[in-house]
C-alpha cells in the first residue's frame, strides 16, 4: 500500500471525556460497522470494561476514510492505565486530544498531551460534549491555548454523541498526520504492541509494520526470544478480525504465530523473517516499574498452579504487572504482585477471577522500602515480612510522588488539609484559570496508595482530578507493626507505618480483629507490637461452657472436682491450641479504612 494514504493515530483524553464514545461514531461514519451491530462503546470487549464503563485495554482498529486508511487506537483515560498510552503513541504519528467543553482540561489530560509532545507527534485538539447545555467551548479553547498553546482557531468543536463535526476530525487527521516512514525493500522490522493469549489459537499478537513486507508465508524469527515461528495467520482489524495476504511499512494488523509459550511474544519485541532477515532491534518500551505490592493467594490451596499458569497468561495481556512467588504462614502459597496503582491492583485481580475461574485473597497494599542495615548493605521490601530486626535497621527510606492536583478554586483549602495529613510538602500552585488551579505537591507513596483518591474525590464532590510521577526516596521515622493472635505474629497483618500513626494503626486492627476472630475454647489475646513492645490490646473472650450443669444438689467436691478438669483441659488447649481464622476476618481485615 501506498505510505502517503496511510495515517495511524491514537485518541487520549482524562477519564470520561469521550474517547471510546469518539471511536464509536467514527466506525458507524466510515461503515466500519454496521448500524444494527452497533452497540456503545464497541471497542471496549471485555466485560469488565462494559460494566465499569472504562477503557483498559488499548484497541486498534482500521478505518476508510475518502481514499485513506486510518489505523486507530483507542487507548485507556486512567492514571493507573498510561503504561498503555504510552505503549499506543509508539505506533502513531498524531493523537486525538478530547477535552470535555463542561469540564476543560484535566490532570491526565496534561500527562497525555506532554507524553505526545515528548514522541514529536502531531495533536488534533478537540473539545468534546458541545451538546451539554453547561459546556463553554470558547472558554476552554482559550484555556487549552494558554496552558498547552494550542491556537483556539484550530481546536475543533465536536459532540462524539450526536456525531457533530466527528467527519472534521478525520479529515483534520488525514491533513495534519504526517505518513509514516518506512521502506518496503528493507528487511522486515515490526513491532509488538500488544499481545493477548487465545486458548484455541495460542498468541494473538497486535504489531506495527516498520521496515520491510509481512507476507503470509514467511517463516517468523522473534529477535529477544531468539526463537522461529511459522506464521499462521497475519490480518488487520476492521474492526473483526480480517486475514490479509501482507502487511507492507507503516500498516498495523494482527499476526497469530502458533506461540504456545507466552514469554516468546511480550510488548516490544522485534519481529522479522527466519531467513535473510533484520538483526536490528526496534526501540521497545521502557519497563514499567510497580509501585503498588499485594500478596495474591488462592483461596483453595490446590489453585497454587493455576494461579501460576493464569498470572502468565495474564501477564502476556497486561506486562505492567510484576509477580514473584512467596509463601504464608497464615495464607499459604501465594504471589507477590507488583501494580501501577490500586485501580490496577484491583483488575488485575478480578481479571484473574473472572477469567480464569480462580477464588483470591489479596493481601493490604504496600510499597517498595530501601532499608539501610547496619553492616552498610542496602535492601529493597516490599513486604512488611521482609523487613530485618529492628536492631539491625539503620535508616528505612520509603518512595516519594510528586502529585499534581487539577481542581476548582473553591476547594483549594480541603485539598491543601488532605495533603498536608497526608505528610505531603508544598511545591507550588498555578492558576490556569480565574476558576481554577493546578496544585503540585511531595507525598509518600505509602500514604497515596491507601485511600488518597477515595477522600480527593469525595472532599472535591468529584470535580479535583490527580496525576502523578516517581520522586525518589527519602529516609523517615518508619516502624513495623506486627499483630500477634495468642502470642504468635500473623505475617498477613503487618504493616510498615510513620512512627506517629503506629499506635492509631496498632489499636485499630486489634479492635477490627476483636470482632472479626470468632470465639474459642479458650481466650484469645490480640496484640499490635512494634518489636519487643506491646502497643496495643484486645481479648476475645473464651466460650462459657457449665460443665455442673448435670449435677443436682450433693457433695460440693464433685462440683469442684469437675471444674478442676476443665481448667486443666483449657490450660493444655491454650498451650498447644491454634487459632483459627476464618477466611472472611482476613478478607475483612485488610480491606482499607472502612
Not at 466500519?32 to 464503563?53: C, F, H, I, K, T
Not at 499506543?88 to 486530544?97: F, N, R, T
Not at 489530560?109 to 506532554?114: I, P, S
Not at 497494599?365 to 547496619?374: D, L, N
Amino acid at each position: 500500500m501506498d505510505l502517503q494514504r496511510i495515517r495511524n493515530t491514537s485518541i487520549i483524553a482524562h477519564i470520561d471525556h469521550g474517547k471510546s464514545t469518539l471511536a464509536d461514531r467514527m466506525l458507524e461514519l466510515t461503515g466500519a460497522v454496521d448500524a444494527r451491530d452497533m452497540r456503545a462503546q464497541y471497542l471496549d470487549s471485555m466485560d469488565l470494561e462494559r460494566e465499569r464503563g472504562i477503557t483498559i485495554k488499548l484497541q486498534s482498529v482500521r478505518l476508510d476514510w475518502q481514499g485513506n486508511v486510518v489505523n486507530l487506537i483507542d487507548t485507556p483515560g486512567h492514571v493507573d492505565f498510561g503504561y498503555e498510552v504510552s505503549r499506543s503513541l509508539a505506533a502513531c504519528e498524531s493523537v486525538i486530544l478530547v477535552v470535555d467543553a463542561a469540564q476543560g482540561i484535566e490532570a491526565q489530560t496534561l500527562a497525555n498531551c506532554y507524553l505526545a509532545i515528548e514522541n514529536d507527534l502531531e495533536i488534533v485538539a478537540c473539545l468534546n460534549k458541545i451538546d451539554l447545555p453547561a459546556a463553554e467551548p470558547d472558554r476552554y479553547a482559550a484555556e487549552i491555548e494558554n496552558v498547552l498553546g494550542i491556537p483556539a482557531e484550530d481546536i475543533l468543536r465536536i459532540s462524539a454523541k450526536t456525531g457533530e463535526g466527528v467527519s472534521d476530525v478525520l479529515d483534520a487527521v488525514i491533513e495534519r498526520t504526517p505518513a509514516p516512514e518506512g521502506d518496503a525493500d528493507k528487511p522486515l522490522q515490526a513491532l509488538i504492541f500488544d499481545s493477548h493469549f487465545d486458548q484455541y489459537r495460542g498468541v494473538v499478537s497486535s504489531i506495527r509494520v516498520v521496515n520491510g513486507v509481512l507476507n503470509s508465508r514467511d517463516k517468523l524469527k522473534f529477535l529477544h526470544a531468539g526463537t522461529s515461528h511459522d506464521l499462521d495467520e497475519i490480518g488487520v482489524r476492521t474492526p473483526d478480525s480480517t486475514p490479509v495476504d501482507s502487511l507492507g511499512p507503516g500498516e498495523t494488523g494482527y499476526l497469530i504465530a502458533g506461540i504456545k509459550d507466552v514469554g516468546e511474544a511480550r510488548s516490544g519485541e522485534t519481529v522479522t523473517t527466519d531467513r535473510k532477515g533484520s538483526s536490528e532491534v526496534l526501540a521497545g518500551y521502557k519497563e514499567p516499574k510497580p509501585m503498588v505490592f499485594s500478596g495474591l493467594y488462592p483461596i483453595d490451596g490446590d489453585e497454587y498452579s493455576d494461579l501460576r499458569d493464569s498470572l502468565e497468561k495474564l501477564r502476556l495481556n497486561d506486562s505492567s504487572f510484576t509477580y514473584e512467588p512467596e509463601t504464608s504462614g497464615a495464607l499459604g502459597f501465594g504471589f507477590r504482585c507488583g501494580f501501577l496503582g490500586l485501580l490496577h491492583m484491583e483488575i488485575v485481580r478480578e481479571r484473574l477471577e473472572r477469567e480464569f475461574g480462580l477464588t483470591l485473597i489479596s493481601t493490604a497494599p504496600s510499597v517498595a522500602y530501601r532499608v539501610t542495615k547496619s553492616d552498610g548493605t542496602e535492601v529493597v521490601c516490599s513486604n512488611p515480612s521482609e523487613l530485618p530486626p529492628a536492631a539491625e535497621i539503620v535508616s528505612i527510606a520509603e518512595p516519594y510522588l510528586k502529585a499534581s492536583v487539577l481542581t476548582p478554586t473553591d476547594y483549594t483549602g480541603t485539598i491543601m488539609d488532605l495533603c498536608q495529613t497526608r505528610r505531603g510538602e508544598m511545591l507550588k500552585m498555578d492558576y490556569l484559570s480565574p476558576e481554577r488551579v493546578e496544585i503540585h505537591y511531595r507525598l509518600p507513596l505509602g500514604e497515596v496508595v491507601i485511600d488518597f483518591f477515595d477522600q480527593l474525590k469525595s472532599r472535591t464532590q468529584g470535580y479535583a482530578s490527580l496525576d502523578y510521577e516517581t520522586d525518589g526516596y527519602a529516609v523517615d521515622a518508619l516502624v513495623r507493626v506486627d499483630i500477634l493472635l495468642h502470642g504468635d505474629p500473623v505475617d498477613a497483618f503487618s504493616s510498615i507505618v510513620h512512627k506517629d500513626k503506629s499506635y492509631e494503626y496498632g489499636r485499630k486492627m486489634a479492635e477490627k480483629l476483636k470482632e472479626l476472630i470468632p470465639r474459642q475454647n479458650f481466650e484469645v489475646p490480640i496484640q499490635a507490637a512494634i518489636g519487643g513492645k506491646i502497643i496495643a490490646r484486645s481479648t476475645v473472650k473464651a466460650y462459657r461452657k457449665d460443665v455442673t450443669a448435670k449435677l443436682y444438689g450433693g457433695d460440693v467436691t464433685r462440683k469442684n472436682k469437675l471444674l478442676k478438669k476443665q481448667k486443666e483441659g483449657k490450660k493444655r488447649m491454650k498451650s498447644i491450641g491454634r487459632v483459627d481464622i476464618p477466611q472472611e476476618a482476613f478478607i475483612s481485615a485488610l480491606q482499607l479504612d472502612d
